[in-house]
């Protein structure tokens, strides 16, 4: 019984430490978002969106190591750590970033040329302190030590926060200083991590045939992970790509813009799931089943609330960036994104990881990825349409959440199309809405269908209230 409460005042404490990080992500967000592009011009902005844009896929160049130690140390306690492998495994990491970083040096120097030199420079330096941190982050996550992860966060989001307002202050119209403190910022978080993980940065190097073992395995186990997790970004990644060849940087930006908007809840949902995947690690069959069924009823019913955030952001944003108008109207065919990948990152991500199906995570979304390559270059040199890409991508993103979410109900003995019938059916009628209505008459229209599409799921809306209604008895 005190082992329990233990751990639930564990996952509540995760729980904080990730959503004070979020926060901060969330105010970073918020102000790049909006108060950066009514800084920057429409090419700078987009130039900053650009740089984000490729430091995204950084990741993929640990090869799987990081996600390798995640999946393996998940649910263990950090004193049980051997700190002499991991010591290892982090200097043949670290020393292959840097060549890494060495190769997208000189090709860049050597290939490209004007501001995207810059860009390109940029994004081999982050690459070296993003793969090296998260080594150590993805050990804390899963050592289910959220808090040191989570505060390293707060200390990169709130550190470039406060060098950005300089930047804000003074006036500044060129996104290379923005670039410069991203990467201050990002350094200093990552001398936060390593001395926290002091351990593992001071052991002793083991032998090397172990640490060749250990590091074949980790590799094994977590390149599937990481390419299912590259394969995930390139669902987006590959029409922004398009656009960006066909239409220009300009173009680029205001679409960025609108994905921008989108990110915003899904920074939340993202954090549950790093305090998530541990604690399930810990738990029984029967328990994580019961979680599976609140978490899917929850996430299925209120998801769409989301939708109708929409109207009064487009009137707002209108009236702030004025020059962002037709990123605007795109926002309207892209922000049921939320509600697929919410359902993905938060329910289906996590479990695939918790069963250890990283192999069928692959195939979802490699799949998923496939047809966004196809759809967006069907969209950008045969029907030449920006809205079609925008389309494509909320269906290839529909498509993975789908066949992964009847994949996980069938392995935990659900039945849910009904459920993903009519919440597709909720979205469709958005994104028509928002395309051919004016917008009162599609907010009032939106609102009474998401009353009757609750009124068709009480029986789900009654078990979350019974369970909310058990917690707080127990509280008392």
């Known amino acids: 019984m005190s082992k329990m409460k233990n751990d639930s005042g564990t996952f509540l404490k995760n729980i904080f430490y990730a959503f004070a990080a979020q926060i901060t992500s969330l105010m970073m967000s918020i102000l790049m978002s909006l108060i950066v592009p009514k800084l920057l011009g429409t090419t700078d902005f987009a130039y900053w969106q650009l740089y984000l844009f490729y430091i995204s896929y950084v990741g993929f160049f640990h090869f799987g190591l990081n996600d390798g130690v995640y999946l393996k140390l998940g649910g263990k306690?950090?004193?049980?750590?051997?700190?002499?492998?991991?010591?290892?495994?982090?200097?043949?990491?670290?020393?292959?970033?840097i060549v890494i970083a060495f190769i997208c040096g000189i090709g860049s120097v050597s290939f490209i040329e004007g501001r995207r030199q810059f860009v390109w420079i940029a994004v081999g330096l982050y690459l070296v302190m993003f793969n090296l941190a998260g080594y150590f982050g993805f050990v804390f996550q899963a050592v289910n030590n959220t808090k040191t992860y989570s505060l390293s966060t707060i200390i990169d989001k709130l550190g470039f926060l406060l060098l950005l307002g300089g930047l804000l202050i003074g006036g500044v119209k060129s996104f290379q200083p923005f670039i410069i403190l991203h990467l201050s910022s990002k350094a200093v978080s990552t001398f936060y991590i390593l001395i926290k993980g002091r351990r593992i940065l001071t052991a002793r190097c083991c032998d090397r045939v172990v640490c060749a073992r250990e590091l074949c395995s980790n590799i094994r186990i977590g390149i599937k992970l990481t390419i299912a997790n590259i394969a995930s970004l390139l669902i987006l990644g590959s029409g922004r790509m398009v656009i960006d060849y066909v239409w220009g940087i300009e173009t680029f930006g205001k679409l960025s813009f609108s994905l921008s908007l989108t990110n915003f809840f899904l920074l939340f949902v993202s954090q549950v799931s790093m305090v998530l995947f541990p604690a399930l690690?810990?738990?029984?069959?029967?328990?994580?089943?019961?979680?599976?069924y609140l978490t899917r009823n929850v996430l299925g019913l209120f998801l769409p609330i989301i939708l109708l955030g929409y109207y009064p952001v487009k009137l707002l944003l209108g009236l702030w960036l004025p020059q962002?108008?037709?990123?605007?109207?795109?926002?309207g065919l892209l922000l049921p994104l939320c509600t697929f990948d919410s359902k993905m990152q938060l329910l289906c991500n996590t479990y695939f990881k918790v069963l250890r199906e990283e192999k069928k995570l692959l195939e979802i979304n490699i799949l998923a990825m496939l047809l966004s390559i196809i759809l967006a270059l069907m969209g950008g040199f045969i029907i030449k349409d920006i809205t079609f890409i925008a389309i494509s991508m909320v269906v290839a993103i529909a498509f993975r959440s789908m066949i992964a979410e009847l994949y996980l109900a069938r392995v935990m003995g659900s039945d849910v199309r009904k459920n993903l019938f009519l919440e597709s059916l909720l979205v469709i009628a958005f994104m028509i809405l928002t395309w051919c209505c004016d917008a009162w008459i599609a907010l009032i229209s939106y609102a009474v269908l998401y009353i009757l599409?609750?009124?068709?799921?009480?029986?789900?809306?009654?078990?979350?209230?019974?369970?909310?209604?058990?917690?707080l008895k127990k509280q008392k």
């Not at 690690?281 to 599976?292: A, D, I, L, P």
């Not at 962002?324 to 926002?331: E, F, K, M, V």
Request: glycine residues 0%; proline residues 0%; hydrophobic residues 35%.
């Open 77 to 97: 306690e950090y004193e049980d750590l051997d700190f002499s492998v991991l010591h290892s495994q982090m200097i043949c990491l670290l020393f292959s970033q």
């Open 281 to 292: 690690r810990k738990v029984n069959n029967t328990e994580q089943k019961k979680v599976y």
């Open 324 to 331: 962002y108008n037709d990123s605007l109207i795109y926002l």
């Open 453 to 471: 599409f609750i009124c068709l799921n009480k029986q789900e809306l009654f078990s979350v209230c019974d369970f909310i209604k058990k917690r």
